[in-house]
């Protein structure tokens, strides 16, 4: 698939999926991992943090989850030690913007390869003659042994084992990569 269509459904999905934002505690240490500045800025940082978790702002240590949405798929992307104000805090912040892209891209990816495997498995198996490297005719004959045939060499099998012509039936069965039984000839 091409970088247009990829980025044509990642812009598609940040407008049309549904977005959900989810705050789940953090459980890394807010000291060393809040702020890294200097010890009384950082004293600072880490009393506020507690400060607002006693007062419940779980924004104010958490890990913040962006999930895309959309007809039964979904992606989501993990940003931990976060620390806000609260959650539209987080929201004017550019992590989220960014997080909704990553998860948007990873969904526009899973829906790309979801449209590739559908087409895949839809196409017709090429279904090819087994009685020669070089033989590209189309298949007409099966042996007993469930070896398929084009119609010359089919013929020529038929002289030293057991093989007979494919319906058509048959033949799109073989196609959707359905197994068929060996009926003899009556």
Partial sequence: MSELL?????????????????CEPETEAIEG????????????????????LNAGNEWAW????VTVNYKGFSAFDTLGA???????????????????NQ?????????????????????????ECAGGDTCTK?????DHKGWTYCTSHGK????????????ATEIAKLECGETIPYRRKR
Avoid at 33 to 39: D, F, K, T, V
Wanted: aromatic share 6%.
């Fill in 6 to 22: 990829r980025n044509s459904l990642i812009a598609a999905l940040s407008k049309r999926a549904e977005i959900k934002l989810t």
């Fill in 138 to 142: 189309v298949i007409t004959h099966i």
């Fill in 103 to 127: 998860a948007s891209a990873e969904l526009a990816d899973k829906l790309i390869a979801a449209s590739t495997a559908i087409t895949e498995l839809l196409t017709p198996m090429k279904l």
């Fill in 156 to 167: 020529q099998r038929q002289i030293y084992v057991p093989c007979r012509k494919l319906t």
């Fill in 62 to 65: 958490c890990v913040a989850t």
């Fill in 33 to 52: 991992n809040a702020s890294a500045i200097g010890p009384k800025e950082d004293a600072e940082t880490n009393q506020w943090i507690r400060d607002q």
């Fill in 82 to 100: 976060c620390s806000y104000k609260s959650e539209d805090d987080f929201r004017k912040d550019g992590y989220f913007t960014d997080m909704v």
